[in-house]
């Protein structure tokens, strides 16, 4: 299992970034995955998930009504759109792999993680 988390990068308060998550290895509708951040000294987050078969969404209260995760399948990839950027959203962002039927908050339920992408939002 294999994940490669790309689209970071600098904006300011307000702006927009499109994460990517490109999965290989392994087949890709048999994982819900999840996006997780970690913030300069703090412990890594949960942000939100998609389920392997419904496509199911479930996000972290912070980012409600900002963030949109979604998946195409055909291109073993999975996006998620960040609008609304605040300060408090610098963080590198992770994109993890889950094989069991949930759509998990936490970490353990999550087994193959991608390197991170670096988003940083400047006021």
């Known amino acids: 299992v294999q994940l490669q988390a790309s689209g970071g990068g600098l904006v300011q308060t307000g702006g927009s970034l499109r994460l990517s998550c490109s999965a290989s290895?392994?087949?890709?509708?048999?994982?819900?995955i999840g996006w997780f951040r970690q913030a300069p000294g703090k412990e890594r987050e949960f942000v939100a998930a998609?389920?392997?078969?419904?496509?199911?969404?479930y996000y972290e209260d912070s980012v409600k009504g900002r963030f949109t995760i979604s998946r195409d399948n055909a291109k073993n990839t999975v996006f998620l759109q960040m609008n609304s950027l605040q300060a408090e959203d610098t963080a590198v962002y992770y994109c993890?792999?889950?094989?069991?039927?949930?759509?998990?908050?936490?970490?353990?339920?999550?087994?193959?993680w991608g390197q991170g992408t670096l988003v940083t939002v400047s006021s």
């Open positions: 993890a792999a889950d094989p069991t039927h949930s759509i998990s908050r936490y970490q353990q339920s999550y087994d193959s």
């Open positions: 290895g392994f087949t890709f509708t048999d994982y819900s």
């Open positions: 998609i389920r392997r078969s419904t496509a199911n969404t």
